[in-house]
């Protein structure tokens, strides 16, 4: 992969929607955006394209992908209880998870290229979907995140537990870059998921379920 000067200028990355002619380099950047344990495969994201390509965003630097997310159309009730992503998406593979007359954008993924974070990207591209969501008249949107901090966390002090993790995190104690992005685009912590995503090593399989209301 060829790799640009980190003296890009940031107003020249476009995001768009992403088709399936767009799943070569989607698993190109899943190759260096994510740990090994959680990486999707060619399969996967092509079935998160074909089945909602609308929700799928890119973030592009000249013709290079430098981020992308995936998203998907769920029920959700108010007094529900917490699923992991696992279950939400069987495993990754929305089709047959998705439903088109659901009331709740589901955030599948989002990663970036590392040599691209901290500039923004990711924030464009879960506006976009916010966005997608309002043209749609959902009324949530739902995220359940990695904690990719945790196993750290946790291994430096035995008397820590996750939930401490998050509550440092809403303090601001902690620098972390997953669940205070979603805490920046306005979402709320629902609680805490075990289980999540069970191949997460950094995050010891624990997710955190975050909700905002649309409109
Ligand atoms: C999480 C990830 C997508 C963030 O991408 P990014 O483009 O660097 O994020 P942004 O620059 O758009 O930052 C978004 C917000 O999160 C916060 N943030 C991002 N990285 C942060 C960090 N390392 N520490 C603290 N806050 C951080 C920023 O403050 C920003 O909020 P603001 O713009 O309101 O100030 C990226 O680190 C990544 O790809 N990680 C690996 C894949 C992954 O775990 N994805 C999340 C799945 S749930």
């Known amino acids: 992969m060829i790799l640009h000067n980190m003296n890009f200028d940031v ?3 476009i995001i768009r929607q992403l088709t399936i002619h767009d799943v070569a380099s989607l698993l190109t950047l899943e190759k260096k955006a994510w740990p090994l344990d959680v990486q999707a495969s060619e399969e996967i994201l092509y079935d998160r394209i074909s089945t909602f390509k609308e929700g799928a965003f890119g973030a592009f630097l000249d013709d290079l992908m430098i981020g992308a997310a995936t998203s998907q159309i769920i029920r959700y009730h108010d007094n529900e209880m917490l699923r992991s992503w696992e279950s939400l998406t069987k495993r990754g593979w929305i089709s047959k998870t998705h439903d088109s007359g659901g009331n709740c954008i589901h955030f599948v ?6 040599q691209y974070r901290n500039y923004s990207i990711a924030k464009q591209l879960n506006e976009a979907r916010l966005q997608l969501a ?10 359940d995140t990695r ?4 196993k750290q966390f946790l291994s430096e002090d035995s008397s820590r537990d996750a939930s401490t993790y998050i509550e440092k995190i809403i303090e601001g104690k ?5 669940v205070s992005m979603y805490l920046h685009l306005g979402f709320h912590p629902l609680g805490l998921i ?9 995050s010891l399989s624990f997710g955190l379920a975050m909700l905002k209301n649309i409109g």
Not at 109 to 114: D, F, L, N, R
Not at 197 to 202: A, C, G, K, V
């Open 194 to 202: 075990f289980n999540c995503m069970n191949s997460d090593i950094e």
């Open 11 to 13: 107003n020249n990355i």
């Open 134 to 143: 309002k043209n749609l008249n959902l009324d949530y949107a739902l995220t």
């Open 174 to 178: 902690i620098i972390e870059p997953v």
């Open 109 to 114: 993924s989002v990663g970036i290229h590392p």
């Open 147 to 150: 904690l990719p901090g945790l």
